[in-house]
RNA sequence: GGGCGGUUAGCUCAGCUGGUCAGAGCGCCUCGCUUACACCGAGGAGGCCGGGGGUUCGAGCCCCUCACCGCCCACCA
């Protein structure tokens, strides 16, 4: 198809991305051997949420490098797919269709959903799944339709969800795997709990956010004396269990060894001393509660103490007191059995005032308190059965290895490293993988029931690899009938899921056909990058290093390429609640997607972007302005094969070859925004300057010989330059490609820095130094740039003098010059014009 | 509390191992309807490179320190 007379670039999007499906233009080419495929890990996005402009930020970026490393001639292996498993779904669930999950309803299956409001409909897990599934496939519909308006190149064949089938099978397969060779265990611990969600949470999964609290001082009693005491959590002194004290306070280390008396409660508990009580933190004397935060839990664990619980899975304190409390203590905790925590503390703090106990009044404090990042409610900690995978918290050389891992992947940019090292090393304990949710990939274990009917926990009964993906809850253990499911000397299913990222982690082996296709794996894995937003370090990528390395003894991939963030124009992060999100498909629509990549393409690796619409205007203008050049290049006319004959036509291709040399360097260091950048300035003094200057001779004004040279120039150049921006113009580029090329750019072969033996690329400066000075001129005099001028005078050294003048054809031509001057002589050159 | 980034023209940002490094684009101003493009072209003005010390013949670039901004981690008394 000839170019246009007037190129637009309205309808692009749609005609390319309809053609590229129609002809299978970035389907995987299974058949090639490693070495040439390159294989990239996307990360599957959450669809219960909505895309934003973030999203097309770092998506664009990988885009970029699939596009590149497929013009370099590699088979790139680049699926797609979506986290629809967890707790987000649900809850968008829970919100669009007014459902709830309850577990104890039977199945219905003349179930409709209606898009609702008020009060929430009970449903069964079966229905509430089913729901869940509804809605998960009009969210990707819709997430599919905005990545191939932005021209994403992936394999649309490929994709995969987090809830499907084979990551099911995966996660489990996995799974047991870790339980066979004891990595994967289960343990009675104190877990960090939600009690809006009522599911245990990871520590990856925390947040610290500043809460306002009250602090209380108490008055505890150590033989007789008050000492002071500093709570914010006053509503959990029936549980205390210690007090401790710095081990070298001065004021206080007297107090070591000896027993306090808690108020109100009455209960005797140890003074002792810890290096992680601060002496300048309160009074300098702590009480140890199980469990108000997690340093209580580390003080338990550490000092032996008792567990005295008094918080419930649904945040309030227990209906029955602790054992150790004694009649006094039990009619003190009467009166808050039962009640909320927030109530508790109220009613807990008059208790104590009435009572004496108080040592001044309340101080209004803020305090950093632990969250679960997608919760609204403070954390609580409750003892509990959870499922935990080693991830090298309590193994050195697990945890060794890891940091190892680490060191081997290569980041970009490669200070992201840091903070995977400080998330290693940081690591409290094992990962909490079992979730006490609905609508996620069941724990694949069943447990045998006594006599009584009690499930034993300590003799799980796992799957068999061959029945996975398996639903506990519906198949029967291997050996049992389902009869026996429930019955004493029956069985029970294990009724929890697994988290998220235990399913996330595994997006290599999911992809590349772990165990189910050997053939793919061979050919994919390890991959060659992971691309990925900084926030998920200690979470996606964290665990896939840890999942690949405990399974596979290895690294899943050789490069990790983490994202900045996009802030607004105050410089803020984007979030939903601040209302400042960018809605993308409203920027395709009035920019073009071309435009809105190049804005992300400038973007560098790592580094925070604003949403700038500035840029996006640039962008667009860019791929208006390919549109208009190329144009004009087509229309100069065929070169035919000719090889450039002109100095100033080998120079400048001397100048394109330097480019695509700095272009391809950048694109293997992953820096996709220099190569852009080396790109648009070759580009634009393409345009501005070698375009202006050979105009007439490539029309023939000059001469056919001349004129074959220009022609092929400017073809070549024009190839070259459309290969170099394929990876971020893909509609435009892949747009003139069609006036003269057969089949797709994106499968065209990158440039190869081929210059012209000895030509000379500084002659492109200093013929545009002397047609700049024109052009000034002109402009100083108000002429038009087609206004003839009379005399030019060049001075400077001979060598520079030279190099003008091998140009002189075009430069009279492309000046109006009718007269020229030279003179030799040292120093800057200098060029004078007279009218 | 520890750590990682950042602070360069009004705005968004480049400036590699210290010596044409004071740059680009946008915006602004002026001029020009030239047969690729008025969704354009040409030209111009604009900065004591966050502050303060130091090293050096020479420092946006190295060292120290302070101040802001962003983020990560941290045991919430």
Known sequence: MPAPDRPTLDGVEQRWARTWEERGTYRFDRTRPRPEVFSIDTPPLTVSGSLHIGHVFSFTHTDAVARYQRMRGRAVFYPVGWDDNGLPTERRAQTVFGVRCDPSLPYDPAFEPVNGSGRQVPVSRRNFIEVCERLRDTDEKAFEAVWRRLGLSVDWSLV??????????????????????????????????????????AQAELEDRP??????????????????????????????????????DAEHRHLVGRTARTPLFDVEVPVMAHHLARPERGTGVVMVCTFGDLTDVAWWRELSLPTRVVVTRDGRLTATPPQALGRAGRGAYAQLAGRSLDEARRRVVEMLAEAGDLAGPAVAVERPVKFYEQGDRPLEIITGRQWYLRNGS???????????????????????????????GGLQGDW????????????????????????????????????????????????????????PGGFAADPDVMDTWATSSLTPQIVCGWESDPDLWERTYPMDLRPQGQEIIRTWLFSSVLRAELELGGLPWRNAAISGWVLDPDHKKMSKSKGNVVVPIDLFERYGSDAVRYWAAKGRPGSDTTADEGQIRVGRRLAIKLLNASRFVLAAGEAGEGVPTEAVDQAFLTRVAGAVAEATEAFEDYDYTRALEVTEQLFWSFCDDYLELVKSRAYGDLGPEGAASARSTLRRSLST????????????????????????????????????????????????????????????????????????????????????RAALADLTAAGGVASWDWTPRGGEPAVEVRP
């Open 394 to 424: 309590h193994d050195e050389g697990l945890r060794d290895r890891l940091i190892e891992r680490g060191r081997e992947l290569s980041w970009h940019p490669d200070r992201m490293r840091v903070r995977y090292e400080n998330w290693v």
């Open 160 to 201: 995969y969800v987090t809830i499907g089938e084979r990551a099911r099978a995966a996660a489990q397969r996995a799974f047991l795997r870790n339980l066979r060779r004891g990595e994967a265990y289960l343990a009675e611990a104190p877990t960090l709990w939600d009690v809006s969600f009522q599911t245990a949470v």
């Open 432 to 487: 909490l993988i079992s979730r006490q949710r609905f609508f996620g990939v069941p724990i694949p274990v069943w447990f045998p029931l006594d006599g009584s009917g009690r499930p034993d926990h300590g003799r799980p009964i796992p799957a068999g690899e061959a029945d996975l993906p398996v639903d506990p809850a519906t198949a029967a253990p291997p050996g049992y009938e389902e009869a026996r499911r429930g019955v």
């Open 721 to 804: 330059l459309l290969r170099l921006l394929a990876p971020f113009l893909p509609f435009a580029t892949e747009e003139v490609w069609s006036w003269w090329r057969e089949g797709s750019i994106h499968l065209a072969r990158w440039p190869e820095p081929d210059a012209p033996a000895g030509a000379d690329a500084r002659m492109v400066d200093d013929v545009v130094m002397v047609l700049a000075a024109i052009r000034r001129a002109k402009t100083e005099a108000r002429l038009s740039m087609r206004a003839p001028v009379g005399c030019v005078r060049v001075a400077g050294p001979a060598a520079v003098l030279d190099r003008v």
């Open 211 to 248: 809460t306002r609290g009250l602090a209380q001082r108490l008055r505890f009693l150590v033989d007789g004396a008050p000492v002071e005491v500093e709570t914010t959590r006053p509503e959990l002194l029936p549980a205390c269990v210690a007090v401790l004290v710095h081990p070298d």
